[in-house]
C-alpha cells in the first residue's frame, strides 16, 4: 500500500482544513488507517484513528471535538477534517495504515505511511 496525504497549508486560527489520503493497492478496506502530526522538535503523535469498516474511530484528547476522522473504501481515501483550529496545531500531518486491522496510537506499529502534509495555523 503506498499512501498520500494532501491537502494541508497554512489557515488562520479559527479556521478548518480537510486533509486527504489517497492509498493505491487492493488491501486497502482492510487496514486501520490513522493519522498523526509531529510538530518541530517534538515527537510524532497520534490524532485520530478509524476501522476498516468505519465503524470505529478514536480521537486523541487533544483534538476531541473539532477534528473527524473518515474513510471512503470504494475510493481508497481517508480524511481527516479539522476545524477550529489552534496555532498548536501546526505540525506536519501523516497518514498511516496498519495492516493488522487493529487499532494502536502507536506510530512504532503502523506498516505504511504517507509522505506528510504542512499545517500552519497563524495566530
Known amino acids: 500500500v503506498q499512501l498520500q496525504a494532501s491537502g494541508g497549508g497554512l489557515v488562520q486560527a479559527g479556521g478548518s482544513l480537510r486533509l486527504s489520503c489517497a492509498a493505491s493497492g487492493r488491501t486497502f478496506s482492510s487496514y486501520y488507517m490513522g493519522w498523526f502530526r509531529q510538530a518541530r522538535g517534538k515527537e510524532r503523535e497520534f490524532v485520530a484513528g478509524i476501522s476498516a469498516t468505519g465503524g470505529s474511530t478514536y480521537d486523541a484528547d487533544s483534538v476531541k471535538g473539532r477534528f473527524t476522522i473518515s474513510r471512503d473504501n470504494a475510493k481508497n481515501m481517508v480524511y481527516l477534517q479539522m476545524n477550529s483550529l489552534k496555532p498548536e496545531d501546526t505540525a506536519v500531518y501523516y497518514c498511516?495504515?496498519?495492516?493488522?486491522?487493529?487499532?494502536?496510537?502507536?506510530?512504532?506499529?503502523?506498516?505504511?505511511w504517507g509522505q506528510g502534509t504542512q499545517v500552519t495555523v497563524s495566530s
Open positions: 498511516a495504515g496498519r495492516f493488522s486491522g487493529v487499532y494502536s496510537t502507536r506510530a512504532s506499529l503502523y506498516d505504511y
